[in-house]
């Protein structure tokens, strides 16, 4: 039977609760504060590029296909100090690459393609023999650094100086050498970050241009848990193709493969392979234009880019930065953009580390999805043909890390742009439909990658479909999920790439809906209990799609499946209670069982995955013995031994915040009735594990998602569950937020300061209104999100233990019995 259960906690818990200080409310009638009228100057690109962070610094759009910013070097040309090519302790740089991915979480991650380096030096041996990158890389300075929305420079030790603005599919470069040195531009065309197969490379002094192209792919190729030598990602899955013209005349040419240098010369081909160290130095191919310097020491060159062909990159490269173009003015229709969309969320109060971290935050998060399309709408398609956008499209969008997104990167882009939501969603279906009908969980570009496991896809639309995206093929793309739910495909079985890339899609369904659980010894997966607590999330976002879409039937059976999590859960784990666990297809549980395992697991500890059922917080609860219960583990999950706070990482048993699995357990006390818990605990987080500089956030941020967290908790709101709308509440830390969705919808948060000079907020909720009425709940419904409203809220030093306590006014779960 199909029931809508509240939660809740033992009375005698939240009567003794009660008895503790009551802090009073601070007063209002304070001015509201400005909001903010230009977050540009806000972002920080840099935050990130340290602490495993992954981030990079350079040029780049919202949305954008061609992202230009630095390679760094550590003395290794097969790798990078960074996952993405970036890294902000290293000191060396190599090239400015054309393409990058914000923040994959294996090394190297993926593109990096066509470094670009200004070398001021003589050309005399091939820049591929210099596998340490003693020669052809040159050390730089932060202080000769800056960054912003969509432009990026820097003065290397060699005395060259790059300056870069780009567009959505194009770039602008000026580089400026010194006098008294040679002046050349280098097109490392073979150098991506994981290697290639082939490149090459055409110079033509006639009409001043350089082409070219390099078939690549690799991602997480050289991953330990991604199957080896039998990765399937040590594979070519595009070709990038680049068109740049310059302003001068070309004083010299030349191109090298392998060891040969040949100047003069105006072609050359040769790939790296998809290996690393010894295996791959002193291999691969490029080119080099030579300047006069002594006549004009500075080159501007435009540059364009298309995954579809040369003709593709050229119309990109005219059609969005025409001849005549100049840095500085790309650079201000950049900051033009990102002004419209950081002004999406308009704050007001807060200090300016606040204001920096929050609009970094959403900076980051609006990266990606990344366009895909040539402006003529062709796309190069996950089967490697081309294809052109539908009528409906603005453009297709590709590189989607599910399993990391689907828990608040894709909620933030829903809130602020449903229009590219909706796009992303018709772009994931057409790469299904290219791929066999299969959604991939890791699309790089519109590839299936196999990274990480469940079916992100599901919880990923589902949700969309709740916060009211509408652009898009609704019923097929729910078709094609249930579809993938509920019959098994032909690479079910295939275990290639595990544990952490396997092919398989809707891994051993059948044995799955057999057993009612994934079986650790013959699951195709990753981790049997990982597997189901994921598939389990799915399916119930996939019931919640399906009650919108009227089909009643396949509501009722997702919503049963969605229940399988259950299965996996062994009350006797431990002495001091029940945990998640693998289990064996013979029904056994697997041995060695301590909380901090991770076998059975994705990137994360059983501690961890354990709360892993945003979608039936109650029934976790019950499971461990009562709601009272589950508030004394999660206190013991945030805080060590002797009681001091534990949300910065570092141990299995308890939260960790650099990695997906667990950021939505800070705000499961609003379930269990204790909220001034949840908003305790995400206050510390926000003062205490994110920040401003390099090393301002937790860890990598996966695609925008540690990012999209902060963004939420900054305003006091977190999605409850994905595949739904509504909003768990804690605190804002701005007394003033203002969300105008692409659609129209407009959102209001509002808070008392407390009275201090940069306009801070106290951490705990007195009272909450929402358009005007008293809310004793601590959550938002969906309306909120879908059509808009005012949410007020009084705040103040101390907990209000008794608000929104009542079994009646907690977070609803969408459940069946």
């Given at each position: 039977?199909?029931?809508?259960?509240?939660?809740?906690?033992?009375?005698?818990?939240?009567?003794?609760?009660?008895?503790?200080?009551?802090?009073?409310?601070?007063?209002?009638?304070?001015?509201?504060?400005?909001?903010?009228?230009?977050?540009?100057?806000?972002v920080?690109?840099?935050?990130?590029?340290?602490r495993?962070?992954?981030?990079?610094?350079?040029?780049?759009?919202p949305?954008?296909?061609?992202?230009?910013?630095?390679?760094?070097?550590?003395?290794?040309q097969?790798?990078?100090p960074?996952s993405?090519?970036?890294?902000?302790g290293?000191?060396?740089?190599?090239?400015?690459s054309?393409?990058?991915?914000?923040g994959?979480?294996?090394?190297?991650g993926?593109?990096?393609?066509?470094p670009?380096?200004p070398?001021?030096?003589?050309?005399?041996t091939?820049?591929?023999?210099?596998?340490?990158?003693?020669?052809?890389?040159?050390g730089?300075?932060?202080?000769?650094?800056?960054?912003?929305?969509?432009?990026?420079?820097?003065?290397?030790?060699?005395?060259?100086?790059?300056?870069?603005?780009?567009?959505?599919?194009?770039?602008?470069?000026?580089?400026t050498?010194?006098?008294d040195?040679?002046?050349?531009?280098?097109?490392?065309?073979?150098?991506?970050?994981?290697?290639?197969?082939?490149a090459?490379?055409?110079?033509?002094?006639?009409t001043?241009?350089v082409?070219?192209?390099?078939l690549?792919?690799?991602f997480?190729?050289?991953?330990?848990?991604?199957?080896?030598?039998?990765?399937?990602n040590?594979?070519?899955?595009?070709?990038?193709?680049?068109?740049?013209?310059?302003?001068?005349?070309?004083?010299?040419?030349?191109?090298?493969?392998?060891a040969?240098?040949?100047?003069?010369?105006?072609?050359?081909?040769?790939g790296?392979?998809?290996?690393?160290?010894?295996?791959?130095a002193?291999?691969?191919?490029?080119?080099?234009v030579?300047?006069?310097?002594?006549?004009d020491?500075?080159?501007r060159?435009?540059?364009?880019?298309s995954?579809?062909?040369?003709?593709?990159?050229?119309?990109?490269?005219?059609?969005?930065?025409?001849?005549?173009?100049?840095?500085?003015a790309?650079?201000?229709?950049?900051?033009?953009?990102?002004?419209?969309?950081?002004?999406?969320?308009?704050?007001?109060?807060?200090?300016q580390?606040?204001?920096?971290?929050?609009?970094?935050?959403?900076?980051?998060a609006?990266?990606?999805?990344?366009?895909?399309?040539?402006?003529?709408g062709?796309?190069?398609?996950?089967?490697?043909?081309?294809?052109?956008?539908?009528?409906?499209?603005?453009a297709?969008?590709?590189?989607?890390s599910?399993?990391?997104?689907?828990?608040a990167?894709?909620?933030?882009?829903?809130?602020?742009?449903p229009d590219?939501?909706?796009?992303?969603a018709?772009?994931?279906?057409?790469f299904?439909?290219?791929?066999?009908?299969?959604?991939?969980?890791w699309?790089?570009?519109?590839?299936?990658?196999?990274?990480?496991?469940?079916?992100p896809?599901?919880?990923?639309?589902?949700?969309?479909?709740?916060?009211?995206?509408t652009?898009?093929?609704?019923?097929?793309?729910?078709?094609?999920?249930?579809?993938?739910?509920?019959?098994?495909?032909?690479?079910?079985?295939?275990?290639?790439?595990?544990?952490?890339?396997c092919?398989?899609q809707?891994?051993?369904?059948?044995?799955?809906?057999?057993?009612?659980?994934?079986?650790?010894?013959?699951?195709?997966?990753w981790?049997?209990a990982?597997?189901?607590?994921?598939?389990?999330?799915a399916?119930?976002?996939?019931?919640?799609?399906?009650r919108?879409?009227g089909?009643?039937?396949?509501?009722?059976a997702?919503?049963?499946?969605?229940?399988?999590?259950r299965?996996?859960?062994?009350?006797?784990?431990?002495?001091?209670?029940?945990?998640?666990?693998?289990?064996?297809?013979?029904?056994?549980w697997?041995?060695?069982?301590?909380?901090?395992?991770?076998?059975?697991?994705?990137?994360?500890?059983?501690?961890?995955?354990?709360?892993?059922?945003p979608?039936?917080?109650?029934?976790?609860?019950?499971l461990?013995?009562?709601?009272?219960v589950?508030?004394?583990r999660?206190?013991?999950?945030?805080?060590?031994?002797?009681?001091?706070?534990?949300?910065?990482?570092?141990?299995?048993?308890?939260?960790?915040p650099?990695n997906?699995?667990?950021?939505?357990?800070p705000?499961?006390?609003?379930?269990?009735?204790q909220?001034?818990?949840?908003?305790?605990?995400?206050r510390?987080i926000?003062?205490?594990v994110?920040?401003?500089?390099?090393?301002?956030?937790?860890?990598?941020?996966?695609?925008?998602?540690?990012?999209?967290?902060?963004?939420?908790a900054?305003?006091?709101?977190?999605?409850q569950?994905?595949?739904?709308?509504?909003?768990?509440?804690?605190?804002?830390?701005?007394?003033?937020?203002?969300?105008?969705?692409?659609?129209g919808v407009?959102?209001?948060?509002?808070?008392?300061a407390?009275?201090?000079?940069?306009?801070?907020t106290?951490?705990?909720?007195?009272?909450?209104?929402?358009?005007?009425?008293?809310?004793?709940?601590?959550?938002?419904?969906e309306?909120?999100?879908?059509?808009?409203g005012?949410?007020?809220?009084?705040?103040?030093?101390r907990?209000?233990i008794g608000?929104?306590?009542?079994?009646?006014?907690?977070?609803?779960?969408h459940?069946?019995?």
């Open positions: 039977m199909l029931v809508t259960r509240t939660r809740g906690v033992a009375a005698a818990v939240v009567a003794a609760a009660l008895v503790a200080t009551i802090g009073p409310a601070v007063p209002a009638g304070a001015a509201a504060p400005a909001l903010v009228g230009d977050p540009v100057p806000y920080d690109p840099f935050i990130g590029s340290s495993g962070g992954n981030t990079w610094p350079g040029a780049a759009r949305f954008g296909m061609i992202a230009w910013s630095p390679t760094t070097t550590n003395g290794d097969t790798n990078t960074g993405n090519g970036y890294e902000y290293a000191s060396r740089v190599r090239g400015f054309l393409t990058h991915v914000n994959a979480g294996c090394h190297p993926a593109a990096g393609d066509v670009i380096m070398f001021a030096g003589a050309m005399t091939s820049p591929s023999a210099d596998s340490t990158d003693a020669v052809y890389a040159s730089f300075s932060h202080a000769n650094e800056s960054a912003g929305p969509g432009r990026y420079a820097v003065t290397l030790d060699s005395g060259a100086r790059t300056d870069l603005a780009v567009s959505t599919r194009a770039g602008i470069g000026d580089f050498f010194p006098a040195r040679p002046a050349n531009l280098l097109f490392r065309t073979s150098n991506s970050l994981n290697g290639s197969e082939d090459e490379i055409t110079i033509d002094p006639a001043r241009t082409t070219g192209s390099v690549t792919g690799g997480c190729a050289r991953r330990g848990n991604g199957g080896g030598d039998a990765n399937p040590r594979r070519s899955y595009y070709r990038l193709f680049f068109s740049a013209v310059f302003d001068r005349d070309f004083a010299s040419t030349g191109t090298w493969k392998d040969t240098i040949t100047p003069g010369s105006t072609t050359a081909t040769g790296e392979g998809y290996l690393t160290g010894a295996a791959r002193g291999r691969g191919s490029g080119g080099w030579g300047f006069d310097p002594a006549s020491r500075d080159v060159v435009r540059i364009g880019i995954y579809v062909d040369l003709a593709g990159a050229v119309r990109n490269r005219d059609t969005e930065i025409p001849a005549g173009a100049t840095v500085d790309v650079a201000a229709q950049a900051r033009d953009e990102w002004r419209g969309e950081l002004n999406r969320i308009r704050v007001g109060g807060g200090s580390a606040r204001r920096t971290a929050f609009y970094t935050g959403i900076y980051h609006l990266l990606q999805p990344q366009t895909v399309s040539d402006v003529d062709r796309y190069l398609g996950a089967d490697m043909a081309v294809h052109t956008i539908t009528r409906t499209q603005n297709q969008l590709g590189t989607f599910g399993w990391d997104q689907y828990r990167q894709i909620q933030l882009l829903a809130l602020l742009r590219v939501a909706g796009d992303m018709q772009s994931m279906l057409a299904a439909e290219q791929n066999k009908g299969i959604w991939d969980r699309l790089h570009l519109g590839a299936p990658t196999h990274v990480m496991t469940g079916d896809a599901a919880p990923t639309l589902a949700t969309f479909a709740a916060m009211g995206v652009n898009f093929d609704t019923r097929a793309a729910f078709a094609s999920l249930y579809r993938q739910a509920t019959v098994q495909n032909a690479e079910a079985l295939d275990t290639r790439g595990c544990p952490g890339q092919v398989a809707r891994a051993a369904l059948e044995q799955y809906l057999a057993l009612k659980y994934a079986p650790q010894d013959r699951c195709a997966c981790g049997g990982a597997e189901t607590l994921e598939n389990s999330l399916d119930h976002s996939l019931a919640m799609w399906a919108r879409l089909d009643d039937a396949a509501a009722a997702m919503l049963e499946r969605a229940n399988y999590w299965n996996t859960f062994n009350p006797a784990a431990t002495a001091f209670g029940g945990y998640q666990q693998a289990r064996n297809a013979d029904g056994s697997v041995g060695g069982f301590t909380p901090a395992t991770d076998r059975g697991f994705a990137q994360g500890s059983s501690a961890t995955y354990t709360w892993m059922v979608q039936d917080v109650g029934g976790l609860g019950e461990m013995g009562g709601g009272h589950a508030v004394e999660l206190d013991r999950f945030f805080r060590d031994e002797n009681g001091n706070w534990a949300v910065g990482g570092g141990s299995a048993v308890r939260y960790d650099t997906e699995p667990g950021i939505h357990v705000w499961m006390y609003n379930g269990l009735g909220p001034f818990k949840t908003q305790e605990v995400v510390r926000v003062d205490t994110y920040g401003v500089g390099p090393a301002g956030l937790p860890g990598n941020d996966d695609l925008g998602t540690m990012s999209a967290w902060y963004v939420f900054a305003m006091g709101v977190f999605p569950t994905p595949g739904r709308a509504e909003l768990l509440v804690a605190a804002p830390v701005f007394p003033r937020i203002e969300i105008r969705r692409s659609n407009r959102l209001y948060i509002n808070a008392d407390n009275g201090g000079a940069a306009g801070e106290d951490p705990f909720v007195q009272k909450l209104e929402l358009g005007g009425a008293a809310r004793t709940q601590s959550w938002l419904p309306s909120f999100v879908r059509k808009g005012v949410a007020t809220f009084t705040l103040g030093a907990p209000r608000w929104a306590t009542e079994p009646g006014d907690l977070p609803r779960d459940v069946t019995r």
